[in-house]
C-alpha cells in the first residue's frame, strides 16, 4: 500500500489530507447529528406537561434552552408567546435557522472534498502522463514495459481521488438527508406548540 502511495507522487499528498478530514468531518457530524440529542420525540409532550400543570417557570424553560437545539426553539416560542402568535412564530424561526446552520457546519467542507479529490487526482495524472512522454522523448518507445510502469504509476492519483470522493459524496447525501428529516420534524413540533398556545390544538402527552 505505501509503494502505491508513493507512486502516486506528490499529488497524493493533498488527497490523503482530503481523506483525512472526510473521515474526521464524517466522524463529527454522524455523533453530532443524532435526532435523540437534537430533538428529543418525549419533549414536546413534556414541556406541554409543565404548562397545564403550571409548572413553566423561568428555570424550566432555562433548562429546556440548554438542553437540546429543539429545546432551545420551544423556549425561544414560549419566552415570546405572550406577544402573540405571529411574535412567537418569528421568535422561533430566528432560533431555529441560527440551529439549522450549526447541523449544517462542515457539510459544505465535505462536499468540497467530495468534488476536488477527483479532480487533484486527474491532475496527478496528468503530470504522471506528461513524465511518460518526457521519458518517451529520451528513451524512446523501445521500453514497452518501463512505458507501461509509468502509465499505471500515473492513474493512481485518478484511482486514489475517486476513492476518496465517492464515500464523501455519499456521506454528504446521507448526513444532508438526516438533517432534512430532523429540520421537518422540529418544524412540526415548533407549529404544535404555537397552536396549543393559542388554542388552536391540544397536545396530548403520547404525542410528538
Given at each position: 500500500m505505501l509503494e502505491i502511495i508513493q507512486s502516486g507522487g506528490w499529488m497524493m499528498?493533498?488527497?490523503l489530507i482530503a481523506s483525512v478530514l472526510a473521515l474526521a468531518i464524517i466522524g463529527e457530524r454522524l455523533v453530532t447529528l443524532r435526532a435523540?440529542?437534537?430533538a428529543p420525540?418525549?419533549?414536546?409532550?413534556?414541556?406541554?406537561?409543565?404548562?397545564?400543570n403550571k409548572q413553566l417557570d423561568s428555570n424550566r424553560i432555562r433548562s429546556l434552552s440548554e438542553?437540546?437545539?429543539?429545546g432551545r426553539i420551544l423556549a425561544a416560542g414560549l419566552i415570546n408567546a405572550r406577544h402573540g402568535r405571529q411574535i412567537m412564530k418569528?421568535?422561533?424561526?430566528?432560533?431555529?435557522?441560527?440551529?439549522?446552520?450549526?447541523?449544517?457546519?462542515?457539510?459544505?467542507?465535505?462536499?468540497?472534498?467530495?468534488?476536488?479529490?477527483p479532480l487533484m487526482g486527474l491532475l496527478g495524472t496528468v503530470f504522471g502522463m506528461?513524465?511518460?512522454?518526457?521519458?518517451?522523448?529520451?528513451?524512446?518507445?523501445?521500453q514497452a514495459g518501463l512505458l507501461a510502469g509509468g502509465i499505471s504509476q500515473a492513474l493512481v492519483t485518478t484511482a486514489a481521488g475517486l476513492l476518496v470522493a465517492i464515500p464523501a459524496l455519499i456521506c454528504h447525501r446521507?448526513?444532508?438527508?438526516?438533517?432534512?428529516?430532523?429540520?421537518v420534524f422540529m418544524e412540526?413540533?415548533?407549529?404544535?406548540?404555537?397552536?396549543?398556545?393559542?388554542?388552536?390544538?391540544?397536545i396530548s402527552v403520547s404525542e410528538g
Amino acid at each position: 500500500m505505501l509503494e502505491i502511495i508513493q507512486s502516486g507522487g506528490w499529488m497524493m499528498v493533498p488527497i490523503l489530507i482530503a481523506s483525512v478530514l472526510a473521515l474526521a468531518i464524517i466522524g463529527e457530524r454522524l455523533v453530532t447529528l443524532r435526532a435523540s440529542r437534537i430533538a428529543p420525540q418525549d419533549l414536546l409532550p413534556r414541556v406541554w406537561g409543565w404548562i397545564r400543570n403550571k409548572q413553566l417557570d423561568s428555570n424550566r424553560i432555562r433548562s429546556l434552552s440548554e438542553g437540546s437545539p429543539l429545546g432551545r426553539i420551544l423556549a425561544a416560542g414560549l419566552i415570546n408567546a405572550r406577544h402573540g402568535r405571529q411574535i412567537m412564530k418569528e421568535s422561533i424561526q430566528e432560533v431555529a435557522s441560527h440551529e439549522i446552520h450549526e447541523m449544517e457546519r462542515y457539510l459544505n467542507a465535505l462536499g468540497t472534498i467530495a468534488a476536488v479529490t477527483p479532480l487533484m487526482g486527474l491532475l496527478g495524472t496528468v503530470f504522471g502522463m506528461i513524465q511518460v512522454f518526457a521519458d518517451i522523448m529520451a528513451e524512446g518507445t523501445g521500453q514497452a514495459g518501463l512505458l507501461a510502469g509509468g502509465i499505471s504509476q500515473a492513474l493512481v492519483t485518478t484511482a486514489a481521488g475517486l476513492l476518496v470522493a465517492i464515500p464523501a459524496l455519499i456521506c454528504h447525501r446521507i448526513l444532508q438527508r438526516r438533517i432534512d428529516e430532523i429540520v421537518v420534524f422540529m418544524e412540526q413540533e415548533s407549529i404544535k406548540l404555537v397552536d396549543a398556545m393559542h388554542g388552536e390544538r391540544e397536545i396530548s402527552v403520547s404525542e410528538g
